[in-house]
C-alpha cells in the first residue's frame, strides 16, 4: 500500500493517537467530571491488541510515524507492555510514546521500558496534594510523583508533564510547576482548556489562554521563544539559562488547525480525523466483517479525507457543543 493520509485541505497525517480504553480510575473534572453516570464501553466493542496491531500495520503502511498511546487510562488495560511490544516491532514507526495519569506508572515503567516505549507525558496538574486530589478525584500525587522518578530511572525520555491550565483551579501554580518541572529536568506543556469535559462546563472564562501563560511565567523567568514546528501543538520556549523546556499547547487561543497531523483511533476502532470530527468511521465495521487490508485501506483513505478543517474554523462559543464530547472518550 502507498500514498499518504491526505485530506481535502492538503494536510497530511503523520502522527496517531490510539485510546486503547475509555476507562479510567481518575475523574479529572475537565475530562470526566461525572464518572457515575458515564456508561463505559461494551468489553466486546474494545479492539483487542491484535486488532489495534492490525489497523496499526494498515496505517503506517499508509505514512503514519508516530505514534501515542492514551485513553482514558491507558495502564488500565492489562500487560499494555504487550500491545507496546507489537507497534515497536511494526516498521516504519518512528516514535511510540504514551500519555498517562502514572498512577501504574511506578509499577509498570521498567515493563513499558524494555517493551519499546520511548517516552511518556504524565498528566500533572497541581502539586498541591488536596488540590490534586480534587481535580482528579484521586488522592494520588504523591504516586504520580513517584511514577515520574520512576520514569526517569529506567530511562523512558522524553519524559514530559501536560497541565491543563485552567482560570480559578491552577493558574496560582503556574510558576511552581515551571520551577518543578525545571528541577526535574522534564518539559513542561501547559495546555489550553478545550471545550471537552461531556458535559458543556467549559466557558471562555475558564480556560487560561497561553498568553496569559507566558505573561505569568515571565513575571519570574525570560522566556526564548522557540517557535512551533509544523504539525506540533505546543508552541516552545526556552529559558535563558538554558534550563528546561516550556510548551504551550493553545488549541483555542491559536489554533494550529491548518497544519494537524494527527488522526486518532477511539478504544472502540473509531477513526477520529480531528477531536471535532462529527462522523464516528468505525474500522471495526470493516476488521470484524471480514474486510482485506486493502478495503481497510480504502475506508481509512477515505475518513482521513473528510477530515474538518478543525476548531480555527468554529465559533468556539459555548452553544456550538449541543453534545459536548469527552476526552476520556476520544483519547486525548
Ligand atoms: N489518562 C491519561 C492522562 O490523563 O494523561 C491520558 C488520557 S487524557 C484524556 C490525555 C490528556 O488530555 C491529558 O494530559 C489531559 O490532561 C488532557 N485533557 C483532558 N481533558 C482536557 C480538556 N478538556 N482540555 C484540554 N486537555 C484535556
Ligand atoms: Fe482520566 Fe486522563 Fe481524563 Fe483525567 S484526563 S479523567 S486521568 S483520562
Known amino acids: 500500500m502507498s500514498g499518504g493520509l491526505l485530506d481535502s485541505r492538503g494536510r497530511v497525517a503523520r502522527k496517531l493517537r490510539i485510546s486503547v480504553t475509555d476507562r479510567c480510575n481518575f475523574s479529572c473534572l475537565f475530562c470526566m467530571p461525572q464518572k457515575d453516570k458515564i456508561r463505559w464501553l461494551p468489553k466486546d466493542d474494545i479492539l483487542t491488541y491484535e486488532e489495534i ?22 495502564l488500565m488495560r492489562q500487560n499494555l507492555e504487550e500491545l507496546i511490544s507489537s507497534l515497536k516491532s511494526i516498521d516504519g ?55 515520574i522518578d520512576r520514569a526517569l530511572e529506567v530511562g523512558l525520555r522524553p519524559v514530559k508533564i501536560n497541565s491543563v491550565a485552567m482560570a480559578g483551579y491552577n493558574d496560582d501554580e503556574i510558576l511552581d510547576l515551571v520551577e518543578f518541572a525545571r528541577e526535574k529536568e522534564v518539559a513542561l506543556r501547559f495546555i489550553e482548556f478545550m471545550p471537552l469535559d461531556g458535559m458543556g462546563a467549559w466557558s471562555p472564562d475558564r480556560m487560561l489562554t497561553g498568553k496569559r501563560i507566558s505573561e ?14 509544523l504539525g506540533d501543538t505546543a508552541s516552545l520556549y526556552g529559558f535563558e539559562d538554558g534550563r528546561g523546556e516550556l510548551g504551550l499547547i493553545m488549541p483555542m487561543s491559536q489554533p494550529f488547525c491548518d497544519d494537524c497531523d494527527r488522526i486518532r483511533l477511539t478504544a ?12 464516528y468511521n468505525d474500522l471495526k465495521q470493516v476488521t470484524r466483517n471480514g474486510g482485506s487490508d486493502s478495503e481497510l485501506a480504502d475506508y481509512i483513505r477515505k475518513c482521513v479525507y473528510r477530515k474538518p478543517a478543525g476548531v480555527a474554523y468554529m465559533p468556539w462559543v459555548k452553544k456550538f457543543w449541543e453534545k459536548p464530547r469527552a476526552m476520556y472518550a476520544i483519547g486525548g
Open 216 to 229: 505569568i511565567v515571565s513575571e519570574r523567568y525570560r522566556l526564548v521563544p522557540r517557535g512551533r514546528e
Open 93 to 147: 514507526v518512528k516514535s511510540l510514546d504514551m500519555t498517562t495519569n502514572a498512577w501504574f506508572l511506578e509499577g509498570k515503567a521498567q515493563a513499558l521500558k524494555d517493551a519499546g516505549l520511548r517516552g511518556v507525558t504524565v498528566s500533572l496538574h497541581s502539586l498541591k496534594r488536596e488540590r490534586f486530589a480534587r481535580i482528579s478525584g484521586m488522592d494520588a500525587l504523591p504516586r504520580v510523583l513517584r511514577g
Open 53 to 74: 496491531t492490525r489497523i496499526v500495520r494498515t496505517l503506517v503502511s499508509m505514512g503514519i510515524e508516530k505514534i501515542r498511546v492514551t485513553g482514558g487510562e491507558p
Open 268 to 279: 472502540d476502532g473509531k477513526l477520529l480525523s480531528c477531536l471535532f470530527d462529527t462522523a
